[in-house]
């Protein structure tokens, strides 16, 4: 059964970058069939997709967010990150990474993780 | 990019069908029939419900099923039940930049 599972700092200061990871098991990040995304939600609102990464390293960026938005993947250690630069208050919200199929539709997700940031 | 356009609530009661409408534009909704649908209990990640506009994934009870017209997908939910009682959100793939939208969400209530 696929599982992903993301990590990092639940706390991160004004301005500064958040930087996630996001590690697969029970499957192969190197499959073709896949993209491989990062989704948030802030507290009691709805769903923003963040970007999508290719196991190739081809990325898919929200035009909203492109500016401040990194994706990187690590095919050794099944792991792909995220990094937000410049955050602010309002990327406070619940951080999930998701395995993306037939029309980057997201299908296996991965249980959240809260990023507050603070000033 | 826009969201995609939910009501913000339904409501139905147990045994009853409801209908949840998700409209978006010609550049996503209206061109593929790529729509899916997620279940979100408080507290947990989203569960896919419908993929590719009407496939529901091995697991997902066939009273949640998927359909649309032209800019307009659908997500109907029949023989209503308690457990049903979820935010919906609907995500279409879009043509520009290989991206994807997300609907604002729709919380349904069993009464």
């Known amino acids: 059964q696929l599982q992903l599972q993301e990590s990092g700092p639940g706390l991160v200061k004004s301005s500064e970058t958040l930087s996630l990871t996001c590690t697969v098991s029970?499957?192969?990040?190197?499959?073709?069939?896949?993209?491989w995304g990062w989704i948030r939600q802030p507290p009691g609102k709805g769903l923003e997709w963040i970007g999508s990464?290719?196991?190739?390293?081809?990325?898919y960026y929200n035009p909203s967010l492109k500016s401040r938005v990194t994706m990187s993947v690590d095919t050794s250690k099944n792991q792909f990150s995220l990094k937000l630069s410049s955050v602010t208050a309002a990327d406070t919200a619940v951080y999930h990474c998701?395995?993306?199929?037939?029309?980057?539709?997201?299908?296996?997700w991965g249980q959240g993780t809260l990023v507050t940031v603070s000033s | 990019q826009s969201a995609l356009t939910q009501p913000a609530s339904v409501s139905g009661s147990p045994g009853q069908s409801i209908t949840i409408s998700c409209t978006g534009t010609?550049?996503?909704?209206?061109?593929?029939?790529?729509v899916s649908w997620y279940q979100q209990l408080p507290g947990k990640a989203p569960k896919l419900m419908i993929y590719?506009?009407?496939k529901r994934p091995s697991g997902v009870s066939n009273r949640f099923s998927g359909s649309k017209s032209g800019n307009t997908a659908s997500l109907t939910i029949s023989g209503l039940q308690a457990e049903d009682e979820a935010d919906y959100y609907c995500?279409?793939?879009?043509?520009?930049?290989?991206?994807?939208?997300f609907g604002g969400g729709t919380k349904l209530t069993v009464l």
């Open positions: 998701a395995r993306q199929g037939p029309g980057k539709a997201p299908d296996y």
């Open positions: 029970g499957g192969s990040i190197s499959s073709s069939t896949y993209y």
């Open positions: 990464i290719y196991y190739s390293g081809n990325t």
């Open positions: 010609s550049s996503d909704v209206g061109i593929y029939d790529l």
């Open positions: 590719e506009g009407s």
């Open positions: 995500c279409s793939y879009a043509s520009s930049s290989s991206y994807v939208v």
